[in-house]
């Protein structure tokens, strides 16, 4: 079975200041790894994603996440937020054997950027 | 820009009406998904498919069925709407293999009353 945890359900941050959004998985198998963005009144965006090779995966609008499979992790940061950019974002696993071949999504993590 | 509709965005029905939520794809993707997303935000894998005349059910249970008559076509159809039912309706499609990313609808808003 997979999993996937969001550890902040909300992360207020003001303008031009860094953000991490947290996330951790687990999973029996090797797993894949994304990060959506949803505007409000919208569907799902995807921002980045891990397959394989290097650990550190660069995005759109300047968000980039780290893997770790060591401790599990898929967080994403942005050195510096803008206004646009408060959303909601989801951190989601597949995996190749997992007999669930569907996203799972952790439960979310609200961004709001504040002037 | 992903290719991937669905309709009505917005939807309010009264108690025990049947109705049916469109999603279509014109990016030839055999896996296709819906997701029920609470007020808190989290998403619920209700419904999946691999490809025409496969259907499954997801994580969570739902009164809902679909249907997957053709590649590009995946409703979904409430036979009597209950307000237990109200809740936003995400459908999204991927290629068939695990390591690609799904695309996502501008989903259905249901409220029932």
């Known amino acids: 079975a997979q999993s996937v945890t969001q550890l902040d359900s909300q992360v207020p941050v003001f303008e031009e200041a860094p953000v991490e959004l947290r996330c951790n998985y687990s999973?029996?198998?090797?797993?894949?790894l994304f990060w959506y963005v949803q505007y409000p009144n919208q569907g799902l965006q995807l921002l980045l994603k891990?397959?394989?090779?290097?650990?550190l995966v660069k995005g759109i609008n300047g968000f980039e996440a780290e893997f770790n499979k060591s401790q599990t992790s898929f967080h994403l940061r942005k050195p510096s937020v803008h206004i646009s950019d408060t959303a909601e974002y989801f951190c989601?696993?597949?995996?190749?054997?997992?007999?669930?071949?569907?996203?799972?999504f952790g439960s979310g993590t609200r961004l709001q950027v504040q002037p | 820009e992903a290719d991937i509709y669905q309709t009505p965005r917005y939807l309010v029905i009264g108690t025990g009406k049947k109705i049916t939520l469109e999603c279509s794809q014109t990016m030839g993707h055999d896996k296709m998904y819906w997701y029920q997303q609470d007020p808190g935000m989290e998403l619920h894998l209700i419904h999946y498919s691999y490809g025409v005349n496969s259907t499954e059910k997801g994580d969570l249970s739902s009164e809902s069925t679909v249907s997957r008559i053709r590649t590009e076509h995946f409703p979904l159809t409430l036979e009597s709407a209950r307000p237990s039912h109200t809740s936003q309706y995400l459908c999204?499609?991927?290629?068939?293999?695990?390591?690609?990313?799904?695309?996502f609808g501008q989903g259905t808003r249901l409220t029932v009353v």
């Open positions: 999973s029996s198998v090797s797993v894949y």
């Open positions: 891990y397959l394989s090779g290097s650990t």
């Open positions: 999204a499609s991927s290629e068939s293999m695990a390591n690609t990313e799904a695309f």
């Open positions: 989601a696993v597949s995996g190749y054997y997992t007999g669930r071949r569907a996203l799972t």
